[in-house]
């Protein structure tokens, strides 16, 4: 997916989506946000500093799913 024409806050708005639910699988045996999931995320946080917009980072979980 191209990010480059997708406006600052949509962009924003997206990687939160991503943050919570990622952090909402830390507190659960299932995992919904996985690889996919997180190359999407490093697609948006790489536009995100492109622009130098501010986010709150990702805390991913050590097994990496």
């Known amino acids: ?3 480059s024409q997708m406006k600052d806050e949509r962009l924003l708005a997206f990687y939160e989506n991503v943050r919570q639910q990622v ?3 830390a507190g659960s045996r299932y995992r919904f946000a996985r690889d996919g999931v997180r ?3 490093d697609k948006l946080r790489e536009e995100m ?3 130098r917009l501010r986010f709150m980072p990702i805390n991913w979980p050590e097994d990496g799913r």
């Open 23 to 25: 952090a909402l699988d």
């Open 1 to 3: 997916m191209d990010y």
């Open 49 to 51: 500093d492109l622009r």
């Open 39 to 41: 190359a999407c995320a």
